[in-house]
């Protein structure tokens, strides 16, 4: 059986169509450590964020988001840029979708909902084992360089 090559690629935009936001991912900051999750069924780390409901704003995306995956109580949250991410599989059309990228800076954290999610960790860099690690660096890149302007 041959393998199947994929190609990925994240991009950031300055508007998008609102109604083509699909996700909000939300690097989040806690005590000047960044604050990552690890889901139930993963053995990897990654950024709080999810789908949007339909009919959902994508910052109250981003805050529900960030309530069920970290227990955030109290936090700031602010949106940072569009992204898109374009995956390629060897003969078939490309498939972008696009969502919300969003920083939150935590001030408490409640109890972590029975949801999805088994623990967060907070950690001045990006754990190696990421679930996401073709995209997640980059948008916590993204993050850090917009904190220092």
């Known amino acids: 059986m041959s393998e199947v090559k994929s190609m990925l690629e994240v991009k950031f935009h300055e ?21 990552f999750c690890k889901h139930k069924e993963r053995n990897t780390y990654e950024l709080p964020g999810g789908h949007r409901e339909d009919g959902e704003d994508i910052l109250a995306t981003a805050r529900r988001e960030l309530r069920e995956e970290t227990g955030a109580e109290d936090f700031e949250l602010r949106p940072v840029s569009i992204y898109s991410v374009t ?17 939150a800076d935590v001030h408490q954290f409640g109890d972590l909902p029975d949801m999805e999610m088994e623990h967060i960790i907070l950690r001045e860099e990006m754990p190696a084992e990421q679930t996401y690690p073709l995209i997640q660096p980059i948008l916590l890149e993204r993050v850090k360089n917009t904190l220092v302007q």
């Open 15 to 35: 508007e998008a169509e609102d109604k083509v936001l699909k996700y909000a991912v939300i690097v989040t900051r806690s005590e000047n450590r960044w604050v």
């Open 87 to 103: 995956v390629t599989r060897e003969g078939a059309e490309p498939e972008e979708s696009f969502g919300m990228l969003c920083f």
